[in-house]
């Protein structure tokens, strides 16, 4: 499954470019041309990866990229007219990832992207898995395999709370069905089958407020689900 990116910048000739160019090498890029539209886009979606504009109609990148890091991890490059050392200053110290300045090479902007989702992945692999996670209202114990919701004990079966703690534990990114049952098959304490989607309803009856307006496990059409990072807005 290609990796997705969000590519927020105004000059829409720019995103059609980059988007057919990365996505010949199995990037998927989907473009926005406002704040307003990528920070609708990171509520709805889950991308791997963020190429981000500084100066933009309607705001501020580098303010973006603040308030982004303040509850996401999510790979950030900046990619801007504005090349001053300053401005690379600025960016990294908010939490950008990398800074490639405008004009730039599309070949250099993929080897950096595969750079950053390569530390990605790698910090994902090396992270150990906590024995308890808490997502606003909802508590996740490995220890007893049980999921509560605002202190309620949730009902699932040993398969089902593995699946959510895999997604849990990947909270942001996009897993796909077979993703899912690798992840989940070591933590398991009863046979798997492929019934992915049966099981996935089933968790949502027992953690969503409305499991048919599912706000922590969302689909994403044609390639899996998401757990979400951020679910309870007052929390």
């Known amino acids: 499954m290609a990796e997705r990116l969000l590519m927020i910048d105004d000059d829409a ?13 199995g990037l998927a890029v989907t473009p926005a041309h406002s704040i307003a539209e990528g920070e609708c886009l990171l509520r709805s979606e889950a991308f791997d990866a963020l190429i981000l504009d500084a100066m933009l109609p309607d705001g501020d990148g580098f303010e973006l990229c603040r308030r982004l890091r303040e509850h996401s991890a999510l790979p950030i490059i900046m990619l801007t007219a504005r090349g001053e050392e300053v401005d690379r200053i600025v960016g990294l110290e908010l939490g950008a990832d990398d800074y490639l300045p405008k004009p730039f090479s599309p070949r250099e902007l993929l080897a950096r992207l595969h750079a950053l989702l390569r530390r990605a ?115």
Do not use: N
């Open 121 to 235: 992945h790698q910090q994902v692999q090396r992270t150990p898995s906590p024995a308890l996670l808490r997502f606003g209202r909802l508590e996740l114990d490995k220890g007893a395999l049980e999921a509560r919701l605002d202190g309620r004990l949730c009902e699932l079966t040993a398969h089902q709370f593995a699946l959510l703690w895999a997604l849990a534990t990947h909270a942001g990114r996009v897993l796909s069905r077979e993703a899912l049952l690798e992840l989940a098959r070591g933590d398991a304490l009863e046979a798997f089958d492929r019934s992915i989607d049966v099981h996935i309803s089933r968790i949502r009856a027992a953690i969503e407020d409305d499991p048919k307006e599912p706000r922590r496990i969302v689909t994403v059409r044609g390639a899996g689900y998401v757990f979400a990072q951020r679910q309870d807005e007052s929390a």
């Open 13 to 25: 000739p720019l995103t059609r470019m980059v988007g057919e160019y990365l996505g010949t090498r």
